[in-house]
C-alpha cells in the first residue's frame, strides 16, 4: 500500500557527508511518520531518525548520530531526507527507510512499511 524507494546509499570515507534520501508513493496520505532505521550485522535494528509527515515535526535522532544527522521532509511530503555528517565507520550498516501508517478502516489499522534497505559503508 505503501512503497517506499531509498537511493543515496553507498561508499564514503569517514569523517565524509551522505545523503539518504527516501520517496513514498502509493496511499501515501496514510503515513504518519517517516524515518530511517539501520541495522548492523550481529547488532539490533535501530532507528536512526524519524520525523512526522504531516508536519515536519518532532525529528528524533538516536543518541549516536545526534549532532551529525538532520531528517527533514520535503514539500510534497512524501520524501524525507537525512544528511548524514562526519561519518564514522560504526556507521556502516544497511539502511531502511521505514513508515508508519494508520487508516481508518473500522476501529482502523495500522501497519509498517520498510524499504529494501541501502547499504551504506563507511571506511576508515
Known amino acids: 500500500q505503501v512503497h517506499l524507494a531509498e537511493s543515496g546509499g553507498g561508499l564514503v570515507q569517514a569523517g565524509g557527508s551522505l545523503t539518504l534520501v527516501c520517496e513514498a508513493s502509493?496511499?501515501?496520505?496514510?503515513?504518519?511518520?517517516m524515518g530511517w532505521y539501520r541495522q548492523a550485522p550481529g547488532k539490533q535494528r535501530e532507528l536512526v531518525a524519524s520525523i512526522y509527515r504531516d508536519t515536519g515535526g518532532n525529528p528524533t535522532y538516536a543518541d549516536s548520530v545526534k549532532g551529525r544527522c538532520t531528517i527533514s521532509i520535503d514539500n510534497t511530503q512524501n520524501e524525507i531526507s537525512l544528511q548524514m555528517n562526519s561519518l564514522k565507520p560504526e556507521d556502516t550498516a544497511v539502511y531502511y527507510c521505514?513508515?508508519?501508517?494508520?487508516?481508518?478502516?473500522?476501529?482502523?489499522?495500522?501497519?509498517?512499511?520498510w524499504g529494501q534497505g541501502t547499504q551504506v559503508t563507511v571506511s576508515s
Open positions: 502509493g496511499n501515501t496520505d496514510s503515513i504518519f511518520s
Open positions: 521505514h513508515t508508519y501508517s494508520f487508516e481508518a478502516r473500522g476501529l482502523g489499522h495500522d501497519y509498517d512499511t
